[in-house]
């Protein structure tokens, strides 16, 4: 059973850069079972998929987020992690990391950490 | 990139079905069996319901189904259950492996 954990500042200010990790257990992020997700929620709205890394550390974006996010491997520590720069009010949300099969699906998801954009 | 359209809201009563669609292009829905299904209760993290348009993951009841037709899916559930109320989200890859998702569907269960 794979668990996900989210940890990160849960206060960022405007136009500096939101930095999460997501902490895998039960699951190496490196067997290319999954691809590794980051997924958020504004209050009282939407998912709305950000971008995912795969094993071999290839990355896809959201083509609306892309020019300002980053998602990395660290598999030393089976951690992956999120760069997200130049952050709005816009950006404030749950912010969920999860597993991806080659199936589309997204099996594992963290609990969710709220990151608030303010000065 | 745009989003899956779903209905706002949807509503049953005990023991009737309901069905919510997801509608895309062809360059997600239309082009690909990679549509699931996530319930997600307040407070709480998505929990996948359907997969590749049709599948149950193990522990999933029977009550929910899901299909797909040209460019929309659909989840029915039947016999609802007051526990079923919760919010509903469909996605599905897209081309250039990006994930979409829909805007969500509240069901309310009268």
């Known amino acids: 059973q794979v668990q996900l954990q989210e940890s990160g500042p849960g206060l960022v200010k405007p136009s500096q850069t939101l930095s999460l990790t997501c902490t895998v257990s039960g699951g190496s992020i490196s067997s290319g079972t999954y691809y590794w997700n980051w997924v958020r929620q504004p209050a009282g709205k939407g998912l709305e998929w950000i971008g995912r890394?795969?094993?071999?550390?290839?990355?896809n974006y959201n083509p609306s987020l892309e020019s300002r996010v980053t998602i990395s491997l660290d598999t030393s520590k089976n951690q992956f992690s999120l760069r997200l720069s130049s952050v709005t009010a816009a950006d404030t949300a749950v912010y969920y990391c999860?597993?991806?099969?080659?199936?589309?699906?997204?099996?594992?998801w963290g609990q969710g950490t709220l990151v608030t954009v303010s000065s | 990139q745009s989003a899956l359209t779903q209905p706002a809201s949807v509503s049953g009563s005990p023991g009737q079905s309901i069905t919510i669609s997801c509608t895309g292009t062809s360059s997600d829905i239309g082009g690909y069996d990679y549509v699931s299904w996530y319930q997600q209760h307040p407070g709480k993290a998505p929990k996948v319901m359907i997969y590749a348009v049709s599948y149950r993951p193990s522990g999933i009841s029977d009550r929910f189904s899901g299909s797909k037709s040209g460019n929309t899916a659909s989840l029915t559930i039947s016999g609802l259950q007051a526990e079923d109320e919760a919010d509903y989200y469909c996605?599905?890859?897209?081309?250039?492996?990006?994930?979409?998702f829909g805007g969500g569907t509240k069901l309310t269960v009268l």
């Open positions: 890394i795969y094993s071999s550390g290839t990355a």
């Open positions: 996605s599905s890859y897209k081309s250039s492996s990006t994930q979409v």
């Open positions: 999860a597993s991806l099969s080659h199936a589309a699906t997204f099996e594992y």
